[in-house]
């Protein structure tokens, strides 16, 4: 039985492996919202649930939303793998840990972190 769920944590780390490998092919696409609505003059927030964690981690506000919002998620042993990913992407694989509610109020979290504030 335990080594029924080595297998399963193994193919969860490899298939974490492989979303963090496609999620940094992410700058290869078109320009993103942030960058079209920036083009039409208006205000863009700092961060999104778009944002990749680590860029909002890096950030010490961004930092102190995601340890209020989503807590444990930077001190989880596999951060590394996801960090790349943005909370939406993660989202899909945290087993319905993380919901469209709690993404919507660490979304309206994060919008209240004007740039330069």
């Known amino acids: 039985m335990i080594w029924r769920a080595e297998c399963v944590q193994t193919r969860q780390t490899i298939m974490m492996v492989g979303l963090a490998g496609l999620a940094c092919l992410g700058g290869c696409t078109s320009p993103s919202k942030a960058q079209e609505t920036a083009a039409l003059g208006r205000p863009?927030?700092?961060?999104?649930?778009?944002t990749p964690i680590d860029r909002i981690a890096a950030d010490e506000r961004g930092k102190q939303v995601l340890d209020r919002d989503v807590p444990g998620v930077m001190?989880?042993?596999h951060y590394?793998?996801?960090?790349?990913m943005s909370l939406s992407q993660l989202a899909s694989l945290s087993g319905g840990r993380l919901t469209q509610t709690k993404l919507k109020e660490v979304n309206a979290d994060l919008a209240e972190l004007s740039p330069g504030q």
């Open 80 to 84: 590394v793998l996801f960090s790349a």
């Open 44 to 50: 863009t927030p700092a961060f999104t649930v778009q």
């Open 75 to 77: 001190s989880n042993p």
